[in-house]
C-alpha cells in the first residue's frame, strides 16, 4: 500500500510516498519546503491510499495541510505508550512530542538492538535516549543553534547577529563574531556528548536542519542521518497497518 508520510515541524515541511512493505527509508519520491513555500506543493498525482501526518507547527498548518492532502484519508500522528518495537518512557506518554517519537521509531528501525543517543538539530535541539530493548527513556530539550545564537545577538548590546553559511571557527575564537559561533556550536555538541556518555549509547544519531554545522564539532562516533521523523513514520505506519489503525 503507498502512503503519503508528511513531517511538518517548525521551519520546514518534508513528505516522502512510501510502500508500507518497504523497508523504512526506501521511498518512491519524496521533498521538503518551506512553510511559505506550501502552497505550492500537489500531491494529488503520487496515488497514495491515505497519509499518516506528523505536525508540530500548530492548528494553522494542520489546517493547512489538511487542505493539501484531502480528499485522501489522514491519520494525524500522535504518541503513545508503545508502537514499532518502541515503548514511550515519558511520565505522560501522550506529552511527548510526536516528532520525537517519531525520531525514536526511526532511529530504533535503522539501528535494532543499540543503546542510542538521538539528536535532532533544528529549531529546537533535542537529545533522547532509547535502550537496546527500544524503551524511549526521555531526553532534552534546549534552543536550537540558530536561535541560541539569535538569542545572544538580540539581548546582548552590540553582538552582531550569527549570519547562515559561515565557516567554523576554531574552539577559542580571536574576534566576536567567531566567539557567539564557537560558544552555541560547542554548547550543542557538548550537549550531545554529555548525553552519550550518560547513557552509555552505543550509536549517537545525529539529523536535522542545522546538524551540519554542530556534527564537525563533535569528538565521538556518530552517525548523521536525514529525514529521521519519516523513517519513524514509515515504520509506524507499517505497523499501524498491520493493527488496523490507519485511515486507509
Not at 127 to 134: Q, R, S
Not at 199 to 209: D, L, N, P, Y
Not at 240 to 246: D, I, K, S, T, V
Amino acid at each position: 500500500m503507498k502512503i503519503l508520510l508528511i513531517d511538518a515541524g517548525n521551519t520546514r515541511v518534508k513528505w516522502a510516498l512510501a510502500d508500507t512493505l518497504a523497508a523504512p527509508g526506501q521511498w518512491l519520491q519524496h521533498g521538503a519546503v518551506l512553510h511559505a513555500e506550501l502552497a505550492t506543493l500537489d500531491w494529488s498525482a503520487l496515488g497514495a491510499a491515505c497519509a499518516l501526518v506528523s505536525n508540530v507547527a500548530g492548528a494553522d498548518m494542520r489546517a493547512q495541510l489538511a487542505q493539501l492532502v484531502a480528499p485522501l484519508p489522514v491519520t494525524w500522528f500522535a504518541s503513545k505508550p508503545a508502537l514499532a518495537g518502541v515503548t514511550n518512557g515519558y511520565r505522560d506518554a501522550a506529552q511527548l512530542g510526536c516528532d520525537r517519537f517519531a525520531a525514536a521509531i526511526g532511529a530504533r528501525a535503522l539501528h535494532p538492538g543499540r543503546a542510542l543517543v538521538v539528536a535532532t538539530c533544528g529549531t529546537a535541539t533535542t537529545i533522547d535516549a532509547i535502550t537496546a530493548g527500544g524503551v524511549f527513556t526521555g531526553g532534552m530539550i534546549l534552543p536550537g543553534l540558530a536561535l541560541m545564537a539569535g538569542s545572544l545577538a538580540k539581548n546582548t548590546a552590540q553582538l552582531p547577529q550569527v549570519q547562515a553559511g559561515v565557516a567554523l571557527p576554531s574552539t577559542f575564537a580571536d574576534n566576536t563574531m567567531d566567539a557567539i559561533i564557537s560558544g552555541c556550536i560547542n554548547a550543542q555538541a557538548g550537549a550531545i556528548e554529555r548525553a552519550v556518555a550518560a547513557h552509555r549509547a552505543q550509536e549517537c544519531i545525529v539529523s536535522g536542519g542545522a546538524a551540519g554545522y554542530i556534527v564537525p564539532a563533535l569528538t565521538i562516533a556518530h552517525t548523521a542521518r536525514e529525514n529521521l521523523v519519516l523513517a519513524g513514520l514509515h515504520a509506524a505506519a507499517t505497523a499501524m497497518a498491520q493493527q488496523g489503525e490507519l485511515s486507509c
